[in-house]
Each structure stands twice: as structure tokens, then as C-alpha cells.
């Protein structure tokens, strides 16, 4: 069974970065494309970036988040990486890392990911 775990949330001043980590356990991350989704409080969940399972992997950003935010992954260490910057009052949510084994050459958000972490909280806030 897939499992993945975020962490690296918590509170940031607007104009401030983040890097959110997604380590997966279970399969090696050339099985797997990863997705990134955040949920606002009282908003629906949004998929902004994915990158597939091959190689250096493919990737794709939501407008809400392109040129801010890159998407990574270190396969010796089995971990997807979301490098946030400029941050805005507005990207506060918790934030997902999700998987499937659809994503070999492509991904796409918000897609259909069958793995999901249990979330993290980022706060932009001043």
C-alpha cells in the first residue's frame, strides 16, 4: 500500500517561501506521478501542480500558482518537493500530495489520484 506524508507547512508573512515535502513510501517514485492540491477553509479542493512518474518527470502548474511555486522530486530519497515563493494571503489551505500509477510519461490536475497524504496547513499571514 502507497503511503505518502507531507510536511513543511506553517505561517509565512506575504512575499515569503515555503518548501512543502511529500515522501512516499511503499513503491519507488518512477511507479507514480504526483499531484499537489490545496483546499482553502469553506473552498473546494484544487489540484496546482503535478509531475509525472518518468525520469526527471513532466510537470504542470495551475495559473493560481505558475512562476511562484516549482514542483521537484529527489528519486534517492523518494520525495516530491513544492517550492513555494511569493507567497500570498490567498494560497492559505491545507495543502495535499496525492499519487497515481497512471502518470508514467504525463499528469494532469486536477486529474484522479488514488493515494492521498493527510494534508498540511500553510497560513500566509502578516
Known amino acids: 500500500q502507497l503511503q505518502l506524508v507531507e510536511s513543511g507547512g506553517g505561517l509565512v508573512q506575504p512575499g515569503g517561501s515555503l518548501r512543502l515535502s511529500c515522501v512516499v513510501s511503499g513503491w519507488t517514485l518512477d511507479g507514480y506521478g504526483i499531484a499537489w492540491f490545496r483546499q482553502a477553509p469553506g473552498g473546494e479542493r484544487e489540484g496546482i501542480s503535478c509531475?509525472?512518474?518518468?525520469?526527471?518527470?513532466?510537470?504542470k502548474y495551475d495559473d493560481s500558482v505558475k512562476g511562484r511555486f516549482t514542483i521537484s522530486k529527489d528519486a534517492a530519497k523518494n520525495t516530491v518537493y513544492l517550492q513555494m515563493n511569493s507567497l500570498k494571503p490567498e494560497d492559505t489551505a491545507v495543502y495535499y500530495c496525492a499519487a497515481d500509477a497512471a502518470y508514467g510519461s504525463w499528469c494532469e490536475i486536477p486529474g484522479y489520484y488514488d493515494f492521498w497524504g493527510q494534508g498540511t496547513q500553510v497560513t500566509v499571514s502578516s
Open positions: 509531475i509525472s512518474a518518468f525520469g526527471t518527470g513532466v510537470t
